[in-house]
Nanobody
Framework: QVRLEESGGGLVQVEGSLRLSCVVS????????MGWFRQAPGKEREFVAA????????YYADSLAGRFTISKDNAKNTVYLQMNKMKLEDTAVYYC???????????????????????WGQGTQVTVSS
């Protein structure tokens, strides 16, 4: 059984930084495309960032304007989301997700749609304050 566990959320001030981690267990982490999504109160879940299983291709939501960086460490079965210059609108529950399909199909890519991911974590709360 594949399990994802996020950590690193918390309270941060505007313009501050935070790094989220997501540890994957029970599967072959190196073969998963990984994604980060977030859901703010009263809003739909939205795409934040994604990373191909090779780690060589990244995708970001246009609204982030280069403030966030996704990366992974295969030795630690962990994907990270580094968030800089944070804004009030970054307040949300952040979820990581894993998708084995690109690897299985031979694609070096990652989906940006939540429904394409097979495995999800429980989420970690990030609150940005002024």
């Amino acid at each position: 059984q594949v399990r994802l566990e996020e950590s690193g959320g918390g309270l941060v001030q505007v313009e501050g930084s935070l790094r989220l981690s997501c540890v994957v267990s029970g599967g072959i982490f190196s073969s998963y495309a990984m994604g980060w999504f977030r859901q703010a109160p009263g809003k739909e879940r939205e795409f934040v960032a994604a990373l191909s299983w090779t780690g060589g291709i990244t995708y970001y939501a246009d609204s982030l304007a280069g403030r966030f960086t996704i990366s992974k460490d295969n030795a630690k079965n962990t994907v990270y989301l580094q968030m800089n210059k944070m804004k009030l609108e970054d307040t949300a529950v952040y979820y990581c997700a894993a998708d084995p399909t690109p690897y299985e199909l031979g694609f070096n890519s990652a989906p940006k749609t939540g429904k394409d991911y097979d495995y999800w974590g429980q989420g970690t709360q990030v609150t940005v304050s002024s």
